[in-house]
């Protein structure tokens, strides 16, 4: 029986994707770093910033990792006003409350920046539960973020729904014993599903409670 659905962050409680796009384009050009679309892609795959960081610099140092994750958060919050909640997303958290179903946030965006994210958009109340990338050693695929929010919540996963909408992000789901669906436009579709989603929907406004209840009978 479904008792807890966790959601990922970015790309599904709110429209960050194209904010973090423009930020690390123009975080690794200060760096005499360019880079490509298809380069970026890399960063909407639900990484721990340490590991997007390693994948553009090479071998950091960890106090190298900090100063430039810091530098890299000052060009995201030059994008903040650009960022909305998901189409939907705030009348199907209504919707999950109601049917008295633990909510919890389950992303790979470090703690500081969730918790304030979540604070100016006046969605912190709605979630039982935050775990975050730096609370974890190691960020999706791995499916230690899944298994600590399940703690947290204490709810077995088979008894929880995550929602994504990248395949690091299903399979850590999915690893971790959890049933997962994704958010995303209709061409990954097939992508997300061959990592292991149920189901997937362009945004919250088609999609019930109903349906997510049916994934994991009791």
């Known amino acids: 029986m479904l008792r807890a659905v966790i959601f990922d962050m970015d790309g599904v409680i709110i429209d960050s994707h194209p904010a973090h796009r423009r930020a690390w384009r123009a975080f690794l050009q200060s760096l005499g770093r360019p880079v490509s679309d298809a380069e970026l892609n890399f960063v909407l795959d639900g990484r721990k910033r340490d590991e997007i960081l390693r994948y553009f610099l090479g071998r950091l140092s960890e106090d190298e990792i900090r100063e430039y994750g810091e530098q890299k958060d000052k060009f995201l919050r030059e994008q903040s006003l650009a960022i909305r909640p998901i ?3 705030i009348e199907f958290l209504g919707e999950v409350r109601k049917a008295r179903l633990a909510t919890a946030v389950a992303t790979s965006g470090s703690e500081n920046r969730t918790r304030r994210v979540l604070d100016e958009l006046d969605l912190a109340e709605k979630f039982d539960v935050v775990s975050c990338g730096d609370q974890v050693r190691r960020g999706k695929p791995d499916p230690a973020i899944y298994r600590l929010t399940c703690q947290m919540l204490g709810i077995r996963p088979d008894c929880s729904l995550a929602i994504e909408d990248a395949v690091s992000g299903v399979k850590a789901a999915r690893t971790a014993g959890l049933m997962c669906i994704a958010i995303a436009e209709r061409e990954l579709s097939e992508t997300l599903r061959a990592a ?8 919250f406004i088609d ?4 349906q997510l209840q049916a994934m994991v009978p009791g």
């Open 207 to 210: 999609l019930s409670v109903e």
């Open 87 to 89: 189409p939907g997303i």
């Open 196 to 203: 292991g989603a149920t189901h997937v929907a362009r945004n």
